[in-house]
Structures are given as structure tokens and as C-alpha cells.
């Protein structure tokens, strides 16, 4: 500044205009060398160190230079050559200049220490361990911390005070902060609990009634946890909403390896009887009967010869029913279908008669758990069944339609035809 000033004392300009042209010309030259600084820095620091990024084989690297790490450095070396040059401008000028650096820098220094937070994160989710321990919410509770230490050293700046001043007045403040960070409070503790009981991961398919969720997590915050339908809509939930409130984790399902059938044929009960003879013979050409018929033949007939059974009525002693013979065929049906899941448990049995029947209800798993392959295996399973039962003699029940009432109206006007033409 002395020497611009001496510079252009020589020009015998007015002492007062050559102290207002120093500080003009002062506050260009600044600005041209935070320039020129800049566009070192970013032309040409920026780019080497890409460079060398580029052709690292480490993956964190990368990540930094995703996050613009090294790029919001950069906006630190202006701040440093404005701070050095201070000291040039007179009271109160080269306070301001300082506090207002000290500012700038602080305020730089929260975004870097925000971006290197989250290429951590990044780079964490690169391991499987992230998707049963993620960090995310931690991460986030780091940034409040952060930035409210950095709120406090500007403000401690701005006032010229000491920050021990005003983090001895935040005691007094608790309750306000509390109640200000009352959700973050209860995502910390609620993302612990979920973290350590391993209740919910990155992936896991959930089903949450209470707030219309039912689809894959993709992500879990410190507040929220997303979840993505499957009709591709995103819902968020609270994460402390997990911890109070029931949902379901298909995550075991999914695991294991087979995912459940339990769906009912409701047999119209009308349609139950013993089996004949000629019903019987029928039977022994069913690849899944024929071995099943001879031997319980074989055992109801030891039965009833041991207990001296007068057959010549159906009634008495044991015998064979198509429902019962049906029920054996899905059983071994089942046990033979390349979709069913042969270590899990498969069950075909009969539930409490109703109004519409009576429920023969299957139960088992498939060996594949992806939506579409078991929804297909279902479906061919229950094809066949809807279609064999008439085999059997035995009808499906299903409450009659309005075509079922026409057929048999026009059938009892005909029957009625008849009888008047007899007559």
C-alpha cells in the first residue's frame, strides 16, 4: 500500500484522491492475483491431480473427486491471499476483512468436511457389510454436530467473542434443541436399535400397512426410510415408526429359499361319494394313484375281512372316497412338481366346511421366491386342479352366476313344454 501510495505521490496528485487510488488500485491488484490464483488452482492443480486420480486403483479417490472434494479446496486459496493482504487496509477495514475471511473459510470448510462425510458413505456402500450395517444416519448426526460448531464459531467470530462463551450457553438451550431436533433425536435412537437388532436393511422387502408400503428399502436415513412399491412409487416412513409400530420383513422368506402357498379348492360337498368300483380301476391309470390305490385297497380290505365287515352296504366298514382319493393325488402331485420345494413342509388338508364347501386347502413352498416365477408356479399348479377335479366327479363350487340361473330357467320352460305336449 506504501509503495502505490509513493508511487503516485510522484504525480503530485491530492493526498487525499491518492489514498482513496491506492486502496482502489490495492483492491484490484487483490482481485487479480485471487484470480489468477483461482485459475491456477482449478486449471491446472484441479486437473493434475484428476489425472493422478484417474489412474490410482484405489476407489476412495474416485469418490473424493465425485464429491467435488478437491474442487471445494479450491476455494480456499483466494481466502488465504484476501487474509494476507489484510493487514494493508487500515482500522476498522483489516478487522473486517479478517472477520469476514474467517467466515468464508469456516463456512468452505463445512461444505468440504459435508462432502468428504458423504464420499465416506459412498464408499462404505461399496461393501456388503453396508447393506446390513449402514452408516448413513450417523453420518447425518456427524453433519448436525458439525454445523452446529460451526454456527458457533461464526457467530463467536461476528462478536469478537470466544466459542467456550457461547457452548457455556447451550445448556440453557437444551430443551429449545431438543424440541428442535425432537426428530433427529428419535432417528438416532431408532436407527441404533435397527442397526443393532438387524431389523431392516438396504434391499429388504417390508410391508407397512399403516403407512400404504409394501416394496423394497432403498434407502434408510437418519429420519426416514424409503421404500420403493412395487407399482414404483417411492413411500417414506419415519425410522423411530419402525421401532413403535409392527411391520412385516420378508427378508426370512427370501433367505430361505421357498415362499409359501396357501390357497383353498372349495369342493362343492354335493359332489362326495364313495368311490366304484369302476371309478376305482380308473384310477390304477393315474401315474400318481396307481400305487397309492393297490395299497390302500390292499389295507381296507385286511380291515374288513379282520373285523368281519359285512360290505353288501357301503356304509359299513372302511372304504374309498374321491375326495379322499383327490386329496392323495394333489399330495403326491406336489411332492413330484419340479416347483414345489422339497425339504420345506407341503400339507394338503381339509379345513371347517362353510357355505361354500368344503376348503381343501394346500400348503407348501416353492423353490423359487421371485414374484413372477412363484405367481406362475401357483397359477400351473391350481390349472391343473381346477382342471383334474372333474376326474374325480367332483365339482368345483361357485356361486351361480346369472348364466346358471338363464340356463336353468329356459331348461324348466322346456321340461314345462314337455310335460303339456305329454298331456
Known amino acids: 500500500m506504501k509503495l502505490i ?6 504525480y503530485d496528485l ?3 484522491l491518492v489514498r482513496y487510488l491506492s486502496v482502489i488500485i490495492m483492491i484490484l491488484f487483490i482481485t487479480f492475483i485471487c ?14 491431480i484428476t489425472g493422478i486420480v484417474k489412474r490410482s486403483k ?13 474442487r471445494r479446496l479450491s476455494h480456499i486459496v483466494p481466502a488465504i491471499i484476501i487474509h494476507t493482504f489484510a493487514h494493508n487496509f487500515k482500522e476498522p477495514y483489516e478487522q473486517l476483512i479478517e472477520m469476514g475471511v474467517n467466515v468464508y473459510v469456516i463456512i468452505v470448510a463445512l461444505i468440504i468436511i459435508s462432502s468428504v462425510l458423504d464420499a465416506a458413505n459412498d464408499v462404505y456402500q461399496t461393501y456388503e457389510i453396508s447393506k446390513t450395517r449402514p452408516i448413513k444416519g450417523y453420518i447425518q448426526v456427524v453433519k448436525i454436530i458439525v454445523i452446529i460448531f460451526g454456527a458457533i464459531l461464526v457467530i463467536a467470530n461476528l462478536m469478537g467473542k470466544s466459542p467456550l462463551i457461547l457452548l457455556s450457553g447451550i445448556g440453557a438451550l437444551s430443551a429449545v434443541f431438543m424440541l428442535v431436533f425432537k426428530d433427529s433425536l428419535l432417528g438416532l435412537v431408532a436407527g441404533i436399535q435397527l442397526t443393532s437388532n438387524d431389523m431392516v436393511r438396504v434391499g429388504d422387502w417390508i410391508e407397512m400397512a399403516k403407512y400404504g408400503a ?25 425410522s423411530y415408526a419402525l421401532i413403535s409400530d409392527s411391520f412385516i420383513n420378508w427378508r426370512g422368506m427370501q433367505n430361505s429359499g421357498g415362499r ?17 368300483e369302476e371309478l376305482i380301476e380308473k384310477f390304477k391309470n393315474v401315474h400318481y394313484l396307481a400305487d397309492y390305490i393297490t395299497h390302500r385297497e390292499h389295507e381296507i380290505e385286511e380291515y374288513n375281512e379282520k373285523n368281519h365287515i359285512n360290505r353288501s352296504n357301503p ?17 403326491n402331485y406336489l411332492q413330484n412338481h419340479p416347483g414345489i420345494h422339497k425339504e420345506m413342509t407341503l400339507i394338503v388338508r381339509q379345513l371347517a366346511p362353510t357355505e361354500n364347501g368344503l376348503p381343501l386347502e394346500i400348503y407348501a413352498f416353492t423353490n423359487d421366491v421371485r414374484w413372477d416365477v412363484y405367481e406362475t408356479i401357483q397359477a400351473d399348479i391350481f390349472d391343473h386342479l381346477f382342471a383334474v377335479a372333474q376326474e374325480f366327479g367332483l365339482r368345483v363350487f361357485q356361486n351361480p352366476s346369472g348364466n346358471d340361473l338363464r340356463t336353468l330357467k329356459l331348461e324348466s320352460e322346456e321340461s314345462g313344454k314337455m310335460k303339456s305336449t305329454e298331456n
Open 5 to 10: 501510495s509513493d508511487f503516485l505521490l510522484e
Open 58 to 70: 484405489f476407489r476412495w479417490d474416485d469418490v473424493l473427486l465425485e464429491r467435488k472434494v478437491f
Open 35 to 48: 484470480i489468477v490464483a483461482n485459475f491456477i488452482t482449478k486449471k491446472v492443480i484441479i486437473r493434475v
Open 14 to 16: 491530492d493526498p487525499t
Open 315 to 331: 356304509v359299513n366298514g372302511r372304504a374309498l372316497t374321491n375326495i379322499g382319493v383327490f386329496r392323495a393325488y394333489i399330495s
Open 260 to 276: 409359501r402357498i396357501k390357497r383353498s379348492l372349495f369342493i362343492d360337498t354335493a359332489t362326495i361319494s364313495f368311490c366304484t
Open 214 to 238: 409394501d416394496g423394497d428399502i432403498i434407502d434408510i436415513s437418519l429420519n426416514t426410510v424409503k421404500v420403493q412399491n412395487f407399482d414404483k412409487t417411492i413411500t417414506t416412513i419415519p
